[in-house]
């Protein structure tokens, strides 16, 4: 028998509306977040798919969503409220936005460098965190603290 291409895996629940979304996204950063997201399937089948979901989770909150809010704050919206119904139906992971920066953790709510907190009251937060059904983290928040 000659060599068999394999096929990607299954797509994770709730990818395929995404591609549509994804679509939409602005600039260099809508470019990154297409091929994240066309990757995800080829990692399914490579075994690190959990990894590459959260790795996309990141990409689109720490780099695309900015812009793409700022051309189209709905979709830029809709994308990632269904990434994080993806993340969360596929890999138990829950999408935590913090409202002070002591509710959690340490590790669990991350500050640009230099921020001088007073009060700890969450103004901004830049990319929700994603922690385990378990009660573990998986991903930090990103926050913006008075």
């Not at 629940?13 to 549509?20: E, H, K, Q």
């Not at 260099?28 to 091929?35: E, I, K, Q, S, T």
Request: aromatic share 8%; no cysteine.
């Amino acid at each position: 028998g000659g060599y068999v291409v394999p096929r990607p895996g299954p797509p994770p629940l709730g990818l395929p509306p995404l591609y549509p979304r994804g679509g939409a996204a602005p600039g260099p950063a809508g470019d990154d977040l297409r091929a994240a997201l066309v990757g995800l399937r080829p990692a399914g089948l490579g075994g690190y798919l959990e990894l590459a979901a959260v790795d996309l989770y990141a990409l689109f909150w720490d780099h695309a969503a900015g812009p793409w809010a700022a051309a189209d704050a709905g979709a830029a919206a809709a994308f990632g409220a269904g990434l994080g119904v993806m993340i969360a139906e596929s890999f138990g992971h829950e999408p935590f936005a913090p409202l002070n920066y002591r509710d959690h953790p340490d590790g669990w709510v991350q500050l640009p460098p230099g921020t001088r907190m007073t009060t700890g009251r969450v103004s901004r937060v830049v990319r929700p965190g994603l922690r385990t059904t378990a009660g573990g983290l998986r991903l930090p928040a990103r926050v913006d603290a008075e």
